[in-house]
């Protein structure tokens, strides 16, 4: 029922990314996740509000959920190097799914906190997991392919799940029937690490939180061997970390805050305004998400495309904020969503690549984790944020879009600066400029005795290398002669 084990040599030699074993069955493991999360995630808080237990339950359902993912998502890349990608992707996905149903209990606060917890600890497995696995099941060159196809399969379990578990219980009158859908769909994504290649993460190399920077890894083609050089983890996935953050955080604000701008806007056609632009955003994220991956192996490294990416994101954000503060025409949240979806999936594959490409290969379960952590806690932190800041401002909707956009910027600024210092970035040990440094210290301290002494040994050993030379040469003459 495994799907068997091929070496990087074997996969390298692979023509197209769906010949790899396991691919298919992970990104089903990914829509099944993702499905699970998307149909529950409006339908519990609407059952703890129409239970009348109050907003404040219903907003700490979702925060712990999200504490519980982040938080076990640090301690995922432990668990996979022990248990092994499909045992854990195994797991997480019962721990995901089953407990779903324990809410035909009730919506009490200790019960439903207490699956709270459990939930986010089988999302928090899991998306990392399938995360790094993708980038060790297929060839290096199709990486960036992959990881576009991750995107869309994350992409279209939220366009079709996400309404899905509200119209389920509308017309059933009945939230049960959703959890135990839920619940199933939830598991799915474990049966499938069935059929996934028994896996695990390569022993780590670095100490002390630092890694041997110049070694072949994956997420960029074009990886080479280079001087080993030890540098902390923290700057290697910094700049991506950050990018992938703040854009996260403008989702946040829009998710929340998109549809009663729109209606302020537009009381007539807001609302079909505001389903029409988080549909076409949805859409954008994916379909460039996944342009991002092709663009990537084409080009053969990461990170070409993410200082795009942040622009069109923090375009899409100022273009909303000024829609809604001069009241333009609705429909160019359209055109705005537009914008904002594009850059969204472009980071999102783009940082991924980058924390691949920048960390060693037996860091991928790490690197899949910083990602995913970047991701859930800048959507978290950004729906407080914003929040807050929509409290706070005379004219709520547009200071969100504008503050959204000033956060995007941030991330922008990062995304340039590495581009261009970055290119000059260079370690301690064994690089030129060190070695010009110490040099340079050397020849200040010279004396012009000491330089004339310094040239001899030079001038020694050309006119060795020119006496060597003749004897050659004569060995040679006599030779012929004795012939």
């Known amino acids: 029922?495994?799907?068997?084990?091929?070496?990087?040599?074997?996969?390298?030699?692979?023509?197209?990314?769906?010949?790899?074993?396991?691919?298919?069955?992970?990104?089903?493991?990914?829509?099944?996740?993702?499905?699970?999360?998307?149909?529950?995630?409006?339908?519990?808080?609407?059952?703890?509000?129409?239970?009348?237990?109050?907003?404040?339950?219903?907003?700490?359902?979702?925060?712990?959920?999200?504490?519980?993912?982040?938080?076990?998502?640090?301690q995922t890349p432990r668990m996979c190097r022990r248990l092994g990608y499909g045992l854990t992707m195994l797991i997480s996905g019962l721990f995901l799914g089953l407990p779903t149903i324990l809410h035909v209990f009730g919506t009490s606060a200790g019960l439903v906190l207490g699956i709270a917890v459990l939930r986010g600890?089988?999302?928090?497995?899991?998306?990392?997991?399938?995360?790094?696995?993708?980038?060790?099941?297929?060839?290096?060159?199709?990486?960036?392919?992959?990881?576009?196809?991750?995107?869309?399969?994350?992409g279209l379990s939220e366009l079709l799940f996400l309404p899905l578990g509200l119209i389920i219980a509308d017309e059933l009158g009945s939230y049960a029937p959703v959890y135990i859908l839920g619940a199933a769909i939830s598991v799915i994504g474990s049966v499938m690490a069935l059929f996934i290649p028994k896996i695990k993460p390569a022993p780590k190399q670095g100490k002390g939180g630092k890694e041997n920077v110049g070694e072949p890894v994956p997420g960029s083609a074009a990886s080479q061997p280079s001087?080993?050089?030890?540098?902390?983890?923290?700057?290697?996935?910094?700049?991506p970390a950050v990018a992938i953050c703040t854009i996260a955080m403008g989702f946040g604000g829009v998710s929340a805050f998109l549809a009663p701008a729109a209606g302020e806007v537009d009381p007539v056609s807001g609302a079909v305004v505001a389903g029409l632009s988080l549909s076409v955003l949805g859409g954008a994220q994916m379909v460039f998400r996944y342009f991002a991956g092709i663009y990537a192996d084409r080009r053969s490294r990461a990170g070409d495309l993410i200082v795009p990416a942040m622009v069109s994101g923090f375009f899409g954000l100022a273009m909303m904020s000024a829609v809604?503060?001069?009241?333009?025409?609705?429909?160019?949240?359209?055109?705005?969503?537009?914008?904002?979806?594009?850059?969204?999936?472009?980071?999102?594959?783009e940082a991924l690549l980058l924390m691949f490409a920048r960390l060693p290969r037996e860091r991928t379960a790490e690197a899949s984790a910083f990602w995913n952590m970047a991701f859930d806690s800048g959507t978290g932190i950004g729906s407080f944020v914003l929040g807050a800041v929509a409290a706070a401002a005379l004219k709520p909707y547009p200071a969100v879009f504008a503050f959204a956009a000033a956060l995007v910027a941030v991330g922008l600024i990062g995304a340039v600066l590495d581009q261009v210092v970055g290119k000059h970035r260079v370690s301690e040990y064994h690089n030129t400029r060190a070695t010009l440094r110490k040099l340079g210290g050397a020849v200040r301290r010279r004396t012009p005795e000491a330089a004339v002494r310094a040239a001899r040994p030079a001038k020694n050993a050309v006119t060795r290398l020119a006496s060597k030379e003749k004897r050659a040469q004569a060995r040679q003459v006599r030779q012929e002669k004795r012939q």
């Open 227 to 239: 001087p080993v050089a030890h540098v902390a983890t923290w700057k290697l996935v910094a700049i």
């Open 324 to 349: 809604v503060f001069f009241g333009f025409s609705a429909w160019l949240l359209l055109a705005a969503a537009a914008f904002y979806g594009a850059g969204f999936g472009m980071a999102q594959n």
């Open 1 to 74: 029922m495994v799907s068997r084990v091929m070496d990087r040599k074997q996969l390298n030699q692979l023509d197209s990314m769906w010949k790899a074993p396991g691919l298919i069955p992970t990104l089903i493991a990914v829509m099944a996740a993702f499905g699970g999360w998307s149909l529950l995630m409006p339908v519990i808080p609407q059952a703890i509000l129409d239970d009348g237990r109050g907003t404040s339950l219903a907003g700490a359902y979702t925060g712990v959920f999200m504490a519980a993912t982040v938080l076990t998502q640090t």
């Open 121 to 154: 600890m089988g999302f928090g497995a899991l998306t990392v997991a399938e995360s790094a696995l993708i980038a060790e099941l297929v060839p290096v060159k199709f990486l960036g392919k992959a990881s576009g196809a991750l995107g869309v399969a994350v």
